[in-house]
């Protein structure tokens, strides 16, 4: 309801965005965090009705008003590219971007899985991942100490959903060695500043290294950095009611058991071709699916299922 009533059209029917705060930060060309179009403004917007449209329909519900959110969503201002190739902060040529900032609120898009037309655009892609890099080359690359924790999460959360693995393990030696202490306690500042918000940051950047998911497919070993051939997971509770009792790997073997809470279908994608995959334990089905690296697997309800996945 607050979108509906606070969105305004131009006259080319895009939706304006004002006012909006990029948080704790200014354009470059501006002295007033009061702006317009701010890039996580849009992303926020765009996903919040995303996931009521999804939910609506998953219960239902607001039949009468799907189509509207549907057409509200084509009119959010498009992510934008300044002219060094990266990511701008707000959805219009008039504000500059303020890039030397320790937060990343731009990257939001990328917080939290990629959105459709990112996954779409190789250019938006690079964009994004440039917008990372300057960041890494800013405060981190040859700094002893950075600015936060926070922005190096929300590097890596971003890195991530990139598929960056070793972008995603340049964050994770930091966040590890500097600011959570030997006995998992997390600080805000390096090794210093007790701090409970960002305590489960670091977790969540190792996790999506290993697993990503949305209703309908989950993939494993999405953003592995090449400093770890072998390893193990246990307990991802992935989108769709899925769980991940236990993901091991080992090069170009996976091992994955997973248990659904309801009966259902879900696609399983893995970094390269497969070239074999079968059942070791449990009961399910397998097909195959759209892509090279992925199969159709077929759950039963609270009935684990144990895969073995051998890559090309």
């Known amino acids: 309801m607050f979108f509906e009533d606070y969105l305004y059209e131009r006259p080319d029917g895009r939706y304006v965005f004002s006012p909006t705060q990029s948080p704790e930060n200014a354009p470059g060309n501006t002295n007033s965090q009061g702006t317009f179009n701010a890039t996580m403004d849009v992303a926020v917007a765009k996903?919040?009705?995303?996931?009521?449209?999804?939910?609506?329909?998953?219960?239902?519900?607001?039949?009468?008003?799907?189509?509207?959110?549907?057409?509200?969503?084509?009119?959010?201002?498009?992510?934008?590219?300044?002219?060094?190739?990266?990511?701008?902060?707000?959805?219009?040529?008039?504000?500059?971007?303020?890039?030397?900032?320790?937060?990343?609120?731009?990257?939001?898009?990328?917080?939290?899985?990629?959105?459709?037309?990112?996954?779409?655009?190789?250019?938006?892609?690079?964009?994004?991942?440039?917008?990372?890099?300057y960041k890494?080359?800013?405060?981190?690359?040859?700094?002893?100490?950075?600015?936060?924790?926070?922005?190096?999460?929300?590097?890596?959360?971003?890195?991530?959903?990139?598929?960056?693995?070793?972008?995603?393990?340049?964050?994770?030696?930091?966040?590890?060695?500097?600011?959570?202490?030997?006995?998992?306690?997390?600080?805000?500042?390096h090794r210093s500043l007790f701090n409970m918000d960002i305590s489960g940051g670091m977790p969540a950047v190792l996790i999506k290294m290993l697993v990503a998911s949305d209703?309908?497919?989950?993939?494993?070993?999405?953003?592995?950095?090449?400093?770890?051939?072998?390893?193990?997971?246990?307990?991802?509770?992935?989108?769709?009611?899925?769980k991940i009792q236990r993901l091991s790997w080992d090069n170009m073997n996976i091992n994955v058991t997973l248990v659904s809470a309801k009966d259902q279908e879900t696609e399983l994608v893995v970094p390269s071709e497969i070239k074999n995959i079968s059942v070791d334990h449990g009961s399910g089905r397998i097909e195959v699916s759209g892509r090279s690296n992925g199969r159709t697997i077929f759950l039963?309800?609270?009935?684990?299922?144990?895969?073995?996945?051998?890559m090309q």
């Open 47 to 133: 996903e919040l009705l995303t996931n009521t449209i999804s939910a609506s329909r998953e219960l239902g519900v607001n039949k009468d008003k799907i189509s509207m959110w549907e057409k509200m969503i084509e009119k959010m201002p498009p992510y934008m590219i300044d002219e060094d190739g990266i990511i701008k902060e707000w959805l219009t040529p008039k504000l500059a971007n303020n890039d030397a900032h320790r937060h990343s609120s731009q990257l939001y898009p990328l917080y939290d899985g990629i959105s459709p037309e990112i996954e779409a655009s190789k250019e938006l892609q690079e964009a994004f991942r440039k917008s990372i890099e």
């Open 215 to 242: 209703p309908g497919k989950v993939s494993l070993l999405p953003a592995l950095p090449s400093e770890f051939p072998e390893g193990s997971i246990e307990g991802v509770l992935c989108r769709g009611q899925i």
């Open 136 to 189: 890494l080359d800013k405060h981190w690359r040859g700094s002893r100490s950075g600015f936060m924790s926070f922005g190096l999460v929300q590097l890596g959360q971003a890195s991530a959903s990139l598929g960056e693995g070793e972008l995603v393990y340049e964050c994770l030696q930091h966040l590890v060695n500097r600011f959570w202490l030997n006995n998992l306690a997390s600080m805000h500042n």
């Open 300 to 310: 039963n309800k609270d009935k684990p299922i144990t895969l073995s996945i051998v």
